[in-house]
Every structure is written in C-alpha cells, then in structure tokens.
C-alpha cells in the first residue's frame, strides 16, 4: 500500500470530485482513477460510489480515510520530531549536581533561563558526588556534570567556570579573636575545630590540611559534619571554630556568628559545568552557549587541582 495512493483517496474525499482531486494534486484524471482502482483491487473493495454530480466515499472508504489520517498524522509527527531534534529540540538533557550547586544563585538562575529560552528540552537534574560524576560522563550516563572534582589534565572534558569559593574562618559571636583584624593560621593551634568530613571533598580536605600544616596548624579536629548547616550551627553553639567557604556565609546570612578572613589561608576551590568535549548534542550547545551568554566564563581542564 503507497502513501500516495491514501493521499489520492483521501484528497478525492475532500474534493468529492475525480476531476477536482486531480487538480488539486496535479495528476491528470485518469492517472488518479487508476491509482484509486489498484488501491481497491488491492484491498477488494470498492472505496467510492458514484452520486449526482460527483463521488462519496462507501463504507470501506470512510475506514480507509480515518486509518490514511491518522498515518499521516503519524508520518508528519515523526519529521517532525527529527526536525526538533536536529535543532537540539524535544530531547533529554541530564545534568549532575553536587549538593552544593543548587544553593548558588548562578545555578538555578541558568536553569530558569533555560527551560525559558528552550521549553521543548526536558530537563533532568541529577543529585551526583562531584567524584562521581566524571565517571558519569564518560560512561554516558550524564550530558554534563557541575562539580568541584575536575582533574588536573582531562582532554576529554571541556569545562565552564560557574563559581569560585574562598575559605575563610567561622567563629563564635565572643570569641577571643573577634577583636583581631588580621587573623593567621599559627594563632589556630590551640582552638577546637568543626570541619567537614573528608568524603565531602577529598582533594579541597587534602588541600587544606596542606595548607594549614605549612603554616603551623594542624588544626585539632573535635566534630565532623557533612552539613554546611550543622556546621555553622555547632560553631554558633561554641563548639569550636571552623573553615567555611565565603559562598556559605552568603546564602546563610548567620547572625549568631563571626567570619574573619585569615591571611595565609589560600585555599580555593572553582565549580565548573563540564561535559565531554566530543559531545556535539545540540541541546547540551545551546546549554552551553546559554551559560556563555550569561557571563560564564571558559576554563582550561590544566588551570585547578582534583578535589
């Protein structure tokens, strides 16, 4: 069975006129009489009954032209589909997050845009340990990833900066140094501290505690927690004093605490949007591009150190 052939019984219905269907399509009369008169030899039924004045179709006929419509129906749906899908439309993107990612305004901002610009593409957002997502990555599972554990030296990721973090020190309201305007690390030694477990971040953990150590602290860990909240909370309790990212401070906006800067406290840690770099998903570019258009700025996979 042609699809031409249900277009010609089809548009004969609509036409109820032989000579008028072929106008219509362009066919000479003859050439479309004998199409319609295969399709019913084919099929064994007669399509059409002559009237006054013109055709209509029978009862087979009407069968035939509700199935015809609903297959091109079909038909046109699915050139469709492909049409969007080429422009990066009416597809999935799966992007990571790390617990972190959400609480920054530049993250749901970028989504917010996003499904504004581009409501054909679903989005799917995915709760994901920054060291698990390249793992990710490279195995397919995700489109792209937004995450603190970038390696050094990766020339299959492409990598976007989102956002940088600061470290700087937590302290309860009436602590002895809450008068001192220039903190350093060695003026920590004999002070309890809350820190984040190393599991939250094995590579920025490493990177402090090096820190630190070169500038004679080795802090003297009394409470771990893998909570910004419960962190702040237990130094505002006067359990101790804790390193915090200055990113933390802002969006908790804490009265009940103190936060000094400490001058040899250099550590710092980038959130990066990364995918792969031959990932050519038009959906995943004009994510990107997006991001681009928003003030977002490139970043070599060389530039930081693995968290």
Partial sequence: MDLHHLKYVVVAAEEGSFHDAS????????????????????????????????????YAGEVLIGYARRIFAEVEATAEHFRRLANGQETVLRIALNGIAPQLPVVPALFRRFRIRHPEVELKLIAMRSSDQLDALRAGNIDAGILYARPEDAPDLTCLRLASHRFVLALPLHHALAGIDEIRLEMLANEDFVFFTRSFGTGIYDRLMANCRAHGLVPRVIQETSSEHMQLGLVAAGMGVSFVFDSVVDRQNRPDIL???????????HLDLTWRQDDTTPALAQFVALAVQNGVHAANSSDDQEK
Avoid at 35 to 53: H, K, P, T, Y
Avoid at 260 to 267: E, S
């Fill in 259 to 269: 936060i000094k800067t400490v001058r040899d406290l250099a550590v710092e840690e």
């Fill in 23 to 58: 106008e219509r399509l362009k066919v000479a009369p003859s050439a479309l009489s004998r199409r319609i008169q295969d399709l019913e030899s084919e099929l064994g039924v007669a399509l059409f009954e002559r009237i006054s004045g013109g055709i209509r179709p029978s």
